[in-house]
Every structure is written in structure tokens, then in C-alpha cells.
């Protein structure tokens, strides 16, 4: 070894010292702040204070500092917590002795003991933490609190059997990670099952044991028992193996009708997982029952009506971001689809009427043959007008002016074709792209300056449309809302939208519903059950602005701009403080 190669590994082990210290200050930094906002009750606003919530806000706060999510600033405060009980571990963490993922196992392997054992056993485990590497450290640490109290170990393992689960985990590429916690035995077993059943193919075969063993886990999942060998010989007796049939699976994929025509390659989104590429968009869709679903301004219906699928200069001119989607019946491989679960309609709905509950999910008209294929010019109607009264006022049909309506056409069969319309906007509504870029200068210059596209959350509507007045959105309101956000609207939150709560931006009035916030595309939002309760208790606020922009502000001056799903060549500005003349302490007049 040169003295030059011994001076850069002697570098390397400096400046992994100094990340190791760096987050343990970190850590510690968080700590201290959740703690002194916890008792901020002279800043925050309304006479009630609630002490859970101002943490939770805190926590959010942070997230939105470093552009991260609320679970990241959760899981380094447990390790702040965990760290409280370690005196010996802490101090080597902060001199830079134990790494941050050494300090993960410490935390996950000593959660539920208790506090006595935890400090009997502090010494011993800083001792393996600076000779062991993370997964050799979890395996001694499992032996050193068994031998320090059996009886608690027995306990521990019988509540953690308790909760068992599985979870995703996107990767990018189109792929992603599935975890299931099991217990040692079910992991053991179900390994050795799907090494078995990869192993089914013969020596010939191609792929890797790994891709092997993922292929095996699909065929399990599938309720098959073999592999189908990938060798190439004819005479091979694995390449004979059947596959199981894939049990029916609904995705929802938001894609535009210019992508999957060919005519534009901006991405999909595949909800609960992010953006799949144009290709893979365009092979599910080829071989899948799809629905499409368009928002368009009240002006333009008839054209819609008249333009859809038949207008050729509508192909070449299809906004890429028209707001279309397809909702795909796909297996889980996504590689073959079958036929959907929903019935088609009969005609176009409109988001103001109520579900119709005699639909059911057959996929099949009443003499049990399949609907003939939808012509697509005749795939969208203009909705019926309501001939009832709303809520307990009996209001005339609605003559909306400027109003944002959303559309659904018939299922489409597999292989339909229909022509995309050309989308007339919403009057003063801009492209994102457009606005994003004046948004941020004006955020940085003086944030009271933006202004919700519609204040008083009635859409551009002058007079409230059909369901405008109940609180719950149709089934087709809530769908469009879903495939507009595709997740939680807060800064980062990756919840999926099927997982979140339909929120309106503007509060509905349940006393007086025309008074409040209308239930209407442009008022409803995707908000996580967490960050719905932070923006009910008022410490934080959000508009939505022009093009389903959402601006996120709380009470110590943090500005965010969130974006919906089809956010194609959009710079996503990173969050900002206010200027402490535009900014202070208290948010901005309503």
C-alpha cells in the first residue's frame, strides 16, 4: 500500500466520522425544535391548543425544511428517543464512532424493551455496535436481551407476531419492492417454497436465480406449483409446465389519449406506485378495457360532444395534458389484462349526479352477452339537468357560466381507438408550466400577492351545479379527483390517493351549503387522514390556484407549491420561507 492510498482510506474513515457526528447533531437539532414548538400555545391561532397536533405540526414543519416527508422526520425522532435511554451509544454516535445505520438496528432491536434493560445492557451493545457490521449487530443485540430477561423476550416476540404485514415500496424503472414481515418460521418456509419451486426449471435456463426466484413468487401468488423454463429445448419437460391463470386485478393508470394514440410520450401514472414510461402505458392499455375521463369547461360541451373522436385536427392538436385516463383491469405482472368489473354506462355521466344504484359490477348486460363495442362518437353526452331541488332549496336548472365539469365516456373494450377532443380551457385558467415560474418570484417577493383562482370555493360557478350541495362527491367526483392528485397534496406526502380523504379546500357549511365551499372539482383536494387534521386545526392553509396548483402555507411563514399528477416538463420550486416583512408568525387575511 502507497502512502498516498493509505492517506485516502484514513480520509474515508475521517469523513465517515463526520457524517456519523453531523447526524447525530441532526437528530438532536430535531429533537430540540418539536420539543420548544410543542409549547408554542401563545402563537397558535383560535382559543383551543392541542398539544398532539402542534408535534404533529412541528414534525411537518421540518419535512417541509428539508424537502423530506413526515415519516422520515418521525422515524429520526425515534431514534432521538431511543438515543435519550443510551447514554454510552449517544456519545459515540455524536464523537462520529457509530454509524446512522448501526443506530436504525440499535433503535428497531431495543424498542420494546424496557428502559432498565436498555441501560444494563447500554455498555455491551456500543461494544458490538463498533465491531460489528449493521446485520451481525441486530443478531447480537436479539441474543443480549434474551439472555438479560427470557420471560420479556417471550413477550416481545408473541407482540410482534401481532403484527404482521405487508408493504410496497416503489423502486424507479418501473419496479418496485414488496415486504412481508412474517415470523422466523413462515420466512424460513416461504423462502425455501419459492427457491423450490425456481428450481423447477432446469440447469439450462437463462435468468439468474434471483429473476428465478421473483418469477417463482408471481407463479405461487398465481397458485401454480412450476416454473416455466425459459431454455429454449423443446424436449426440455419444464418448458412444458402450465402457467397459472392471473386473477383479475383493477389498476387505475392516468395517461393522456395523446399518449397512448402515439402522438406524445409524456409518462402515465400508475396510482399507488408513480409514472410508468409511454411504452409501458401503451401495452397495458392495448390489452385492457379502459374509460376515459375529461374535464372541460361548460362552454365546450357541445363541441366535445360533437368533436369526439371524429375531429382529425383534434388528434394533432390533443392537449398532452388533457386530463384523460385510462382505468385499466389488469394482473398484477401487468403484462395481459382482462375484462373490468364495472358496468358500462349507458350514456356519459356528469359529476353532479348521484351514483345510480342499480348498476352493478357484472361487466355484462342483463342476457348475460357482452355489450357491443361503444362507438366513440357517441361515447360522451351532455348530463341531464337536475329536475330536483338541491339540498332543502328548490333552485333552478344550473346555468353555470365558467364552471369546470367532468365527463365520463362508456367502458371502452379492449383495442378501442377513440380520437382525443380538442380541450377548450377553463376561462382563466394557464398551463402550470406557464405559472409556476411568476408563483415562486411572487412567494419569494411578497406571498400575500397570490391569490385562490377561486376564493370562495364555487368554482367559477354562478349557480351551484347538481350534488354542488352535499357534502359527499359522487363516485365519478371522487374518482376525477383521485386521478387529478394522485397522491396526498401536501408537500411530499406519497400517500396514495385511494388511501386519502377527499378534503374541500374551501370549508363546506353543513348549515348553510351555498354559503361555503361547494363539493366540485375545483374545491376538492387528496389530504392524508394527517395532513387533513393539520389543515383542520388551522395551522396550516391551502388554496388551490389556477391549473389545480395547490399553495401550502402555515403560521411560521413556510410557503409550498404542490402540483397534480400530469406535471409533465414542470420545475417543482423548492419550499421557502417568507420574507419576514410578507411572512411573520401569523398567516395572511382570509
Known sequence: MTDCERGLLDAISETSRAENAAAARLIAQIMNYTSSRGTFDHRAPGAGFDTEQAERSAIAEVALALSSTFRSVSSLMRLGFTLERMPAVRGAFAAGEVSLAKIRVIDEHTRKATAAAVLRLDADILSAAQLL??????????????????????????????????????????????????TATQLTAVTGLIVKVAKTACRADPRPLDVRCADAFMVLMHGGRALICECGDQDCAATRN???????????????????????????????????????????????????????????????????????????????????????????????????????ASKAESVDAEPDPSRTGTGTESGGQEPDPPDPRAALEVPPESDGPLESEALPGPTPDSGLLVLRSRILSTGTIALPVRKLPQPGIVSPAVAIDDLYRTILN???????????????????????????????????????????????????????????????????????????????????????????????????????????????????????VRRQGLRIPPPVRAPAAAGSGSPRPR
Open 133 to 182: 457490521a449493521p446485520t451481525p449487530l441486530g443478531i447480537e443485540i436479539d441474543r443480549l436481551l434474551i439472555e438479560d430477561d427470557a420471560a420479556w423476550a417471550q413477550r416481545a416476540r408473541e407482540e410482534a407476531e401481532a403484527k404482521r404485514k405487508v408493504r410496497s415500496r416503489r423502486l424507479p424503472h418501473g419496479m418496485g419492492v414488496l415486504s412481508v414481515t412474517l
Open 242 to 344: 402450465c402457467e397459472p391463470a392471473a386473477p383479475q386485478v383493477n389498476l387505475t393508470i392516468s395517461c393522456g389519449l395523446a399518449t397512448l394514440l402515439g402522438l406524445a410520450d409524456n409518462p402515465a401514472y400508475l396510482e399507488g406506485y408513480g409514472y410508468l414510461d409511454a411504452g409501458q402505458a401503451r401495452a397495458i392499455a392495448g390489452d385492457a378495457t379502459w374509460q376515459a375521463i375529461i374535464d372541460c369547461a361548460t362552454q365546450a360541451l357541445e363541441r366535445l360532444h360533437r368533436d369526439y373522436g371524429v375531429d382529425p385536427d383534434g388528434a394533432r392538436s390533443a392537449d398532452a395534458d388533457s386530463g384523460d385516463s385510462a382505468d385499466d383491469a389488469t394482473n398484477d405482472s401487468i403484462e395481459s389484462t382482462d375484462e373490468s368489473g364495472t358496468a358500462p
Open 446 to 564: 411578497d406571498p400575500t400577492q397570490i391569490v385562490a383562482a377561486f376564493p370562495d370555493g364555487h368554482g367559477g360557478f354562478t349557480k351551484p351545479p347538481s350534488g354542488a350541495l352535499t357534502y359527499r362527491p359522487s363516485d365519478l367526483l371522487a374518482a376525477a379527483v383521485r386521478l387529478r392528485d394522485g397522491t396526498c397534496r401536501h408537500p411530499d406526502c406519497l400517500i396514495a390517493a385511494a388511501d386519502c380523504q377527499i378534503d374541500h379546500v374551501v370549508a363546506f357549511d353543513r348549515r348553510d351549503p351555498i354559503l361555503g365551499g361547494w363539493t366540485i372539482l375545483a374545491n376538492l383536494q387528496c389530504l392524508c387522514a394527517l395532513h387533513h387534521q393539520l389543515k383542520t386545526t388551522g395551522l396550516w392553509r391551502h388554496d388551490m390556484l389556477a391549473g389545480a396548483i395547490m399553495h401550502i402555507y402555515n403560521t411560521i411563514g413556510q410557503h409550498a407549491l404542490t402540483l397534480p
